[in-house]
Structure formats: C-alpha cells, structure tokens
C-alpha cells in the first residue's frame, strides 16, 4: 500500500507543496517517501512495504530508457505471469517496476493487463503527459483536481486540499444524500472541482491540460451466461475464491483478516490458513449483545485454530474518535460503525497483521441483499406471469420474516425505486422528511434523484451492478481503504477478483435466490467448513447499537447541534422540521436512524472542513468540537 500525490503544472517549483502534501498522506506508506520533479510535474509518493522490500522499489521510480517515471498504490497479483509472459527484465521483485516496464513496451494497454487493485501515475518524460489508471472495481482511490494549467492528484481528498486550498462545498452531494439517500453515485465528490477517477479507466492529459478519458474496462462485455452446470457453480466459485486468496496472500509481512463470523469472512479465512499457518484474526463488537460479533467471530477462529483478537466499541469511543475518524475519510459517512473499523484497525497497528483480507463485495455479487427480491420478482414475470412471481416474492419475504407491514413498505419502496432511479435497487428509499431541507437550498441544487443505465436484461444483474459499481460496494471500499490506511495497514478484497466477479455474473439468477435463501450458490461451496464442523451464524445486517445511542448516550450531542444557531442559520436545513423529526424518532421505536444522522454528519463535515481547519481538531473530542462551533 501507498500514497501517490502530483502537481502537473508548467515552471512552478512546487517542492514544498508536494511535501507537505506527502506528510498528510504519510500514514499511507511509513516506510519511505520520495519525490521528483522537473519542469512540467511534481511526484511525491509514500510506501508500505509488503512485497519487496528492495529499497530499488521505491517510489517514484524511474523506468529502464529514462522515458517514464512512475507512482503506484495497490498490488497487482498476477506480476510473475506477466513478467514472464512478455520477458521482462527486472532489477527487482517488485510488481511496481515490472509495472513501468510493462508501460515502456505497451503503453496505456497495460493497464487492461493487470489483476489487482491499483491506481498509478506514468509521466512520459518526452511528450510531457501524464497518465493516471485505477482498477476494474475501484478498490484503490484516486482524486484529482483540474482547474486553467494546473491539475492534481492524490490518493486522498486531504491531500489535495493541502496544496488547493480554495476548494467550495458540493451542495448537489448534500441534496443527494438527504433527499435521494446518494453517496458514491457520481465521479463527482462532496468537494467542488475534486472528482474520483472512475473504475476501470485511465485518464490522459497533455502539456495542453486537455483530459482524455478512456474506459479499458467493461463487465458486461466479459458476462458468458449460462455456460456453467448447476451442480458445477459451488465447486467452481471455491475454486476460484481460494486462488483469488491464494494471489492475494503473496507478502513478506505477516497476514489476517477481519473476521465476522459470517459466510464470506469465514471461508476466506478457512482458505487463508490452509496456505499459510501462522494468521491472525481481528473482530471487532459492542457490549450491546444484539450487535456483538464476537461470539460468531470466536466460534469460527477456535474450530479454525487461530487466533482472535478484538475490538470493543462503546458510545465514548465515538465520542472520542468521531472527528478523526471523519477526517481520515475525507466525506461523510453513513453510520457509527466505521468508527469502530477504525477503531479496530488502530487497536492491531502495533501488534497486528500488516496485511489484511478484507470480505467485501460478497452480497453485491452473489445476491446477498433482500432487496434483491424486488428485482428477482420482476425478472419472474416475464417468465411466470405476475401472480405466480406475485406469490414467490411474499413467500421469500416471509421466509426473511417480513410482516405484513414490512412486506407493504417492501413493496412501496421496489415500485418507487423502479420508477424513480430506473432500477429496482437504490439507497434512495426516503426515510425522512424531505422538508427537513429549505426549500431553496432544494431547487437550488437539487438534479433528480440518481438514474443508472440498465446494462443487462435482467432486472437482478442490472441492481447487482448498480450495487457494484454505484451505490453500496464504492461506498464500502472507500471505509475500508481509509481505516486500514489511517493505521498503515494493507487491505486486500479476494472476493473481487476479476475471474470471480465474471463468473457470479454468468451464472443463472436461480442459483443466487433459490426458494428465498440469499447467495444460494456460495451458501452450497461451503463443503470446505462443513468438513471442519464449522456451524455459521445465520444472515445478520451489518449493524451497531447506533439507535440506541443516538437516543440515548448521545442524544445530547444531536439536540446540541440541532438546537444550535449556527445549524439553524446554516442556510441548508430547515431546523424546525429537523427536530420535529428527530423527537419522533426519540418516540418510534420504528423509526429509522439514517436520515437524522446523515443531517447530524452533514453538519458536522461542513464544520469541520469549511468552517475550520480540520487538521487542528484530529484528535478533538465530538463533544468539545460541538460545544466549541455551536
């Protein structure tokens, strides 16, 4: 893992804004930094070293002819093949060198070659361009900022802002994540001007500043249906899940995972012992029993005989970790819960596993959601007629014990999602009053909820891959990114290998959603935990005792800021209907949490990153930075 920052601006000397910016991002790689500069660009780059550590890997580096220099975040698991495959010759192990070489024969088509998570910056030396890539599913992140003859870029928003300071809010994301419920739907981010480089793509920009974009990288063209037998799916998705696990353990370092005691972080675990014996576990849990995955998490790592540490999170760790937790993240997030992943990850930093496989992107690719039901009901009319698939989707609600009032706001929220976003999936359901927002801040910024192009046929591999590429998975692997960086840890995704996501896009809907159970096929792989009498927990939504807090132990924090001049003359909310809803959430045991705490962060961010400097309040408490702003 590292951090990669760069100023692409014609006879500037920029040395100490590419350093300091380097130092913001410094918890992404403490093992080295460097920087190099000539006329046109200045390249900074930090680097944890998990592969090689050849200090001739260092960044940046410099390729074999002098022509390209290059910066690169990420592990490209499939380097050897490729080195052999084009004889290439290395003075290092390193994929980061074979990398540069790669791109000196081959030129932008190499970024279409590598399996892995990555983003890289290749700077051609004699045509004076700059060429920015990131990885098929955007476990990696990569910003940058264009603006007259200037352009950056960096691994974190953070560093940016560092070297850009006059940067403006993006109101149209506040609308987005209010109103349509939106987070990681766009390129664009909360910060005007700032956008993310899309997955599978590279941009090319010239000693002109003109961008090019261009798209390497698309799944539905790699999608072969139905060439698998059904008996063959379960054995064929362990095959490949414990090659992809295989790839994604190659390290110098020592290795865990974040175990859950769930279906995916425990067979990626399983599989992770079986090659290497010596690996650790982290957890982490609540003292609210409901939301505790200790138990889950424990059972599994005993059977497995290896050892867990944990993480406990409490309403006073929020409290004290809320505001640093924000800042590493650059945006808003949507729950109490990625603090205590940071929590985690910072708990292990000294004792811990440098590299860490991380389970993500398994419901996103095998159907794992109940929201998928909707879609997989649409699909079934064609085939069955209405009333028939009418009588299987309130079967398998009642299955996922949906009452009748659930199964109506199930139905409601299909049909409004159908309509609304042109899928049957969205975050987009509202769960809040939308007057909570002033209606010209509304009008003003306000686009339309997010609209997503059906790519497939089928209503459930066209939500699939909205939660993929749009929604939930993008969401997701910016947490994990952050809170394993803020801590120099490694994450790794084995579930999101390319041969992986392929093939759970090839395979039929029945073998994902059959007779209402969820992830059937991955569910029928799991003969290798059977074999060790590995009894898993049943399906639980990712969850913390968030609404519990938030009406309790720090109800006073909400009502603090709700109640607050700043927040009523903010120019955003409407404060009157934002109290109206939060008491009858304090009231409705019902009632959701979302909507009052995306208000509560939104404000919190804008605090904190507009109203002052957030770097001088890393390691404040919530409750002062309140009691200090309000």
Excluded at 55 to 68: A, M
Excluded at 418 to 432: A, L, N, P, V, W
């Amino acid at each position: 893992m590292c951090g990669i920052v760069g100023i692409f601006q014609k006879n500037v000397n920029n040395y100490s804004k590419i350093s300091n910016a380097i130092n913001v991002i410094n918890h992404r790689g403490p093992d080295s930094k460097g920087i190099w500069r000539d006329e046109f660009i200045s390249l900074g780059s930090v680097r944890l070293k998990v592969v090689d550590l050849n200090e001739n890997s260092d960044q940046p580096l410099i390729s074999k002819n002098k022509r390209y220099v290059l910066t690169y975040n990420g592990e490209v698991y499939n380097y050897l093949k490729l080195k052999k495959k084009f004889n290439i010759k290395t003075k290092t192990n390193s994929d980061t060198e074979l990398i540069l070489e790669l791109f000196s024969k081959l030129g932008p088509k190499t970024f279409s070659l590598l399996e892995g998570m990555f983003a890289i910056s290749i700077y051609d030396t004699k045509t004076k361009k700059l060429y920015l890539a990131r990885d098929i599913f955007g476990v990696k992140p990569i910003y940058y900022f264009s603006e007259k003859k200037r352009f950056l870029f960096c691994s974190e928003i953070k560093g940016i802002l560092e070297i850009e300071k006059n940067v403006a809010i993006n109101n149209q994301s506040i609308v987005n994540l209010i109103k349509w419920g939106g987070l990681d739907n766009t390129t664009n981010t909360w910060f005007k001007k700032i956008q993310s480089l899309e997955p599978g793509s590279f941009i090319e920009i010239d000693n002109n500043f003109k961008i090019k974009k261009t798209k390497y990288y698309f799944l539905e063209k790699n999608v072969k249906k139905n060439i698998f037998e059904k008996k063959d799916v379960p054995h064929i998705f362990n095959k490949l899940l414990k090659k992809s696990v295989k790839d994604q353990s190659q390290t110098i370092r020592s290795i865990g995972t974040n175990l859950s005691g769930g279906v995916d972080s425990s067979i990626v675990t399983a599989f992770l012992k079986e090659i290497n014996s010596d690996v650790h576990t982290y957890t982490f849990g609540y003292n609210e029993k409901k939301f505790d995955e200790r138990p889950f998490a424990e059972t599994v790592s005993k059977k497995l005989e290896v050892e867990n540490f944990t993480s406990v999170s409490s309403s006073n760790d929020i409290n004290n970790n809320f505001l640093n937790t924000l800042i590493m993240q650059d945006e808003p997030f949507t729950s109490f819960r990625q603090v205590s992943h940071h929590k985690l990850y910072e708990d292990f930093k000294i004792n811990g596993s440098t590299v860490i496989l991380e389970s993500s992107g398994g419901d996103e690719i095998g159907g794992g959601y109940t929201g998928f039901l909707w879609p997989l009901f649409l699909d079934q009319i064609k085939i069955i007629g209405y009333d028939k698939a009418l009588d299987n989707l309130i079967k398998n609600l009642k299955i996922h014990k949906f009452n009748k009032s659930r199964i109506d706001s199930f139905m409601k929220a299909g049909s409004y999602n159908q309509e609304f976003y042109g899928s049957s999936t969205s975050d987009g359901q509202r769960i809040i009053n939308t007057e909570c927002i002033l209606e010209d801040f509304d009008k003003k910024y306000d686009n339309g909820p997010p609209t997503y192009k059906k790519i497939f046929d089928s209503h459930l591999l066209n939500s699939q891959y909205i939660e993929l590429f749009h929604t939930k998975l993008p969401r997701g692997l910016r947490y994990v990114d952050r809170a394993s960086s803020s801590s120099g840890r490694e994450a790794r995704v084995p579930l999101l290998s390319r041969e992986i996501v392929e093939f759970c896009f090839s395979i039929s809907n029945e073998l994902k959603i059959k007779d209402g159970q969820l992830r059937w096929f991955m569910k029928k792989s799991l003969n290798y935990l059977n074999k060790k009498n590995i009894k898993l927990s049943n399906k639980r939504s990712i969850a913390d005792p968030q609404r519990i807090w938030m009406k309790k132990n720090l109800k006073h924090l909400f009502l603090s800021v709700f109640k607050s001049n700043k927040f009523k003359n903010r120019g955003i909310f409407n404060q009157k209907e934002v109290l109206k809803s939060y008491y009858n959430f304090l009231k409705d045991n019902n009632a959701h949490s979302l909507g009052i705490f995306q208000i509560f962060i939104t404000e919190i961010w804008i605090r904190l990153f507009f109203d002052n400097n957030h770097k001088n309040f890393k390691d404040e408490k919530l409750n002062e930075f309140i009691n200090y702003t309000n």
